[in-house]
């Protein structure tokens, strides 16, 4: 029973430039979650998805966005790189949506930004 | 929205002993309460939660208690081991949102 997977692992990106994450939720689950966490902090809530539509959103700006397919996997774009979106991007995967269910989480992409 | 905060930030325990991690949210809505373990450049680990319907659950070492009036919950690890050594993080969030709530992490350090 495959995971949640994440890719790519590492990427490295300057100021301004634009980014693509993806991620495949664990096998049955239909919701996924993408957060943001720094060094030495907890996981920061960007947005979730379900049924291919943006659910909920986090206190995240307009250079974040995202994408469900129908295969339940998901993308995550940031636009207009900073400094400050270094950070390990974590996706959750979970079944259903609004009911609470536990979040599954894959080993996340650690993103550089120089 | 909501604020999850940990205590202690860092705690070291000898091997066999207990260790307790609290996290206090202020969202009186949250009903639901996860708890993550993450080692060194592991993906967090969902290891425990609690739903506000009950006061307390436990598995095998650990347990997480549950006080909705005071709006905290604890982290319980008995007999504590090397491989528990990692940081743990307490999550909340409400009914109908599944948007979790995370504290900033607490590194327990289990020494031998």
């Known amino acids: 029973d495959a995971g949640v997977t994440q890719s790519p692992t590492h990427l490295i990106k300057t100021r301004g430039q634009q980014v693509t994450l993806r991620c495949s939720p664990k096998?049955?689950?239909?919701?996924v979650s993408w957060y943001q966490q720094a060094l030495g902090q907890g996981p920061q809530f960007i947005f979730q998805?379900?049924?291919?539509?943006?659910?909920q959103r986090g206190n995240f700006p307009d250079r974040f966005s995202g994408h469900q397919f129908p295969n339940y996997s998901s993308e995550l774009n940031v636009n207009a790189l900073l400094l400050g979106d270094s950070a390990l991007y974590l996706c959750?995967?979970?079944f259903g949506q609004g009911n609470n269910q536990p979040q599954h989480f894959g080993d996340g992409t650690r993103l550089s930004i120089l | 929205g909501e604020n999850v905060e940990q205590h202690p930030s860092t705690l070291s325990v000898q091997e066999g002993d207990s260790a307790v991690i609290k996290c206090t949210y202020s969202?009186?809505?949250?009903?639901?309460f996860p708890w993550y373990k993450q080692e060194l450049g592991k993906r967090p680990q969902l290891i425990i939660d609690?739903?506000?319907?009950?006061g307390e659950k436990k598995d095998q070492r650990i347990a997480v208690t549950l006080n909705k009036t005071a709006k905290h919950f604890s982290l319980h690890i008995t007999e504590t081991q090397p491989e528990d050594s990692a940081v743990y993080f307490c999550?909340?969030?409400?009914?109908?949102?599944?948007?979790?709530?995370f504290g900033k992490g607490n590194q327990v350090v289990v020494i031998p």
């Open positions: 959750a995967s979970s």
């Open positions: 096998s049955g689950h239909d919701t």
């Open positions: 998805y379900y049924e291919e539509e943006e659910r």
């Open positions: 969202d009186s809505a949250s009903n639901y």
């Open positions: 609690i739903r506000s319907n009950v």
């Open positions: 999550a909340a969030s409400r009914a109908g949102n599944n948007r979790l709530a």
